[in-house]
């Protein structure tokens, strides 16, 4: 994975409360065995008209091209429904490096985590905040120092994240490579059991 330590970017709107794992990516794309080439149908259903990809839906914010970047701003209960871990690849392999939420499925919490997504949990009230913001607007989020800023403004929040997660993101780490990085340790630990 690729270390993330923070992020500044303008960000994309999708003010909509559950939003569920077939939504982000439908059910009929799960068949590829690598993460590769899920970000295409990142919110199939509501990018295109009927199951033809040449024709986006223009009111859907992906498709709109004063919306960019790489932070997805989401409405409550984002990530619910089942447990595919295709969700967070999809949001990865389209380019986003992390998603904010007021709260967000606990199995996709941890599939984001598991493969350099990094999910935000902010209040309701600084979520609202976000959404009346325009598409100029950027954030700056600090994994080392778990806060999310509003660069516009100076709206500032902490967020939750788990100390072994937040270091294999700062890392650049998947979890093999966090045990690789402490394999002197181990060893060492070896020695002395001997």
Known sequence: MIPLKTICSRFVPLPMENIDTDQIIPARFLKATTRDGFGKNLFRDWRYENNDDTQPKKGFVLNQPEYTGEILVAGKNFGCGS???????????????????SFFADIFKNNALNNGVLPVKVSD?????LFALGNE????????????TIDQTGAQEIFDINIYKKTC???????????????????????KMV
Do not use: C, M, P
């Not at 009230?125 to 905040?129: G, I, K, Q, W």
């Not at 607007?137 to 999310?148: E, G, M, R």
């Open 169 to 191: 993101l700062i890392n650049g780490y998947d979890d093999i490579d966090y045990l690789l990085s402490n394999k002197k340790a181990i060893e060492a630990f070896e020695a």
């Open 137 to 148: 607007a950027t954030i700056s989020i600090d994994v080392d120092k778990q806060t999310i």
């Open 83 to 101: 447990s595919r871990e295709h969700a967070a690849w999809a949001l990865q392999d389209y380019g986003f490096k992390a998603v904010v939420s």
């Open 125 to 129: 009230a600084f979520l609202s905040e």
